[in-house]
């Protein structure tokens, strides 16, 4: 069983940047995959960015160059930043992990989920 929770949403002007966390216990980080969602009002959760066990990392096609996925393990910790944000990057963040070591896009991949965090961007 991995235990996930986020942190670090908030309100911020277009153009700013924000740092989300999610720390995970129960389970052996090193050995999970470890991604983030979003989803925004009537709209389907979709794949943001994604790290593998030894660092490779994944991205959607809208928030490369913007958004930046790392670990670190001895924190049991993944963070997203995220710059240059926009009106269109609202939305319900969510962290996730599943128990291969690879990333996938797939929502289904993972089992694990923490309870989410609200990202506002003002125009």
């Known amino acids: 069983q991995v235990q996930v929770v986020e942190s670090g949403g908030g309100l911020v002007q277009a153009g700013g940047s924000l740092r989300l966390s999610c720390a995970t216990s129960?389970?052996?980080?090193?050995?999970?995959?470890m991604a983030w969602f979003r989803q925004a009002p009537d709209k389907e959760r979709e794949f943001v960015a994604g790290i593998s066990w030894n660092g490779n990392t994944m991205y959607a096609d809208l928030v490369k160059g913007r958004f930046t996925i790392s670990r670190e393990a001895v924190k049991n910790t993944v963070y997203l930043q995220m710059n240059s944000l926009k009106p269109e990057d609202t939305a319900v963040y969510y962290c996730?992990?599943?128990?291969?070591?690879?990333?996938?896009?797939?929502?289904?991949?993972?089992?694990?989920w923490g309870q989410g965090t609200q990202v506002t961007v003002s125009s």
């Open positions: 996730a992990a599943r128990d291969t070591i690879l990333v996938t896009t797939s929502i289904a991949g993972y089992k694990y």
């Open positions: 129960g389970r052996t980080f090193r050995t999970i995959a």
